[in-house]
């Protein structure tokens, strides 16, 4: 189906652990992003990325990781996770033409960090 | 400074009401804007995007102020379904990443 997908759709965790979300888009858009929200901060930009092999760190990247070697992924790892880390994490695209400048989000990931 | 801001709220009104809710940004540089709506936590939806000379979507009309630097959303005939949070988000010309304010909670009653 086209659109944007995440997975898992909810995962528990261990602190310590690695934990990777996948964000998968049949758009072929260049830009992805990835969120995380939290009561009382909305949406956060944790990274994004302008086309495969190109990311950049947004407003919370600490203890987050991406990579993007294909157009249509853009897996975040939690390299050793922590309590601070349960959220929910949404992925989000959109076209690089500054014509269509909306943005269409995933369902979203929540993770609970024990 | 938040450079988007949005009342939190919730905004508690009955059925049948006309509600409106502003959005204030900081970068004069803003070309693009837009109204998303989020259910509980799941994924943020587009809306409506906000024209210059304003937009109207069935019940739900977008305005921009450019002078004063807010954009507006009023919802005429409220719904319990409309019962959402209503996020702005603003896109300066430069920049592909959008700022999104904290969104504005509206429950609409019986």
């Known amino acids: 189906d086209a659109g944007i997908t995440q997975s898992p759709r909810y995962k528990i965790t261990e602190t310590g652990r690695q934990v990777t979300l996948m964000c998968h888009q049949t758009?072929?858009?260049?830009?992805m992003f990835w969120y995380r929200q939290d009561l009382g901060h909305g949406l956060r930009l944790i990274y994004y990325?302008?086309?495969?092999?190109?990311?950049d760190k947004g407003e919370v990247p600490d203890g987050y990781v991406v990579s993007r070697s294909k157009t249509e992924n853009f897996p975040l790892t939690l390299e050793s996770a922590t309590r601070s880390q349960t959220s929910v994490y949404f992925c989000?695209?959109?076209?690089?033409?500054?014509?269509?400048?909306?943005?269409?989000f995933g369902p979203g990931t929540r993770l609970t960090v024990t | 400074r938040k450079e988007v801001e949005q009342d939190p709220g919730p905004f508690n009104v009955p059925e049948g009401a006309t509600v409106a809710f502003n959005c204030t940004y900081s970068?004069?540089?803003?070309?693009?804007f837009f109204w998303y709506r989020q259910d509980c936590r799941k994924e943020p939806k587009l809306l409506m995007s906000?024209?210059?000379s304003g937009n109207e979507d069935g019940r739900f009309t977008a305005q921009l102020n450019r002078a004063s630097q807010y954009i507006s959303l009023l919802i005429r005939d409220s719904k319990l379904s409309d019962s959402a949070t209503y996020l702005c988000?603003?896109?300066?010309?430069?920049?592909?990443?959008?700022?999104f304010g904290r969104g504005t909670s509206l429950i609409v009653h019986p």
């Open positions: 906000v024209y210059s």
């Open positions: 990325s302008a086309a495969a092999d190109i990311t």
């Open positions: 758009w072929s858009h260049s830009y």
């Open positions: 989000a695209s959109r076209y690089r033409d500054r014509g269509y400048p909306e943005q269409y």
């Open positions: 988000v603003v896109n300066d010309g430069g920049s592909y990443i959008p700022t």
């Open positions: 970068n004069s540089a803003s070309q693009s």
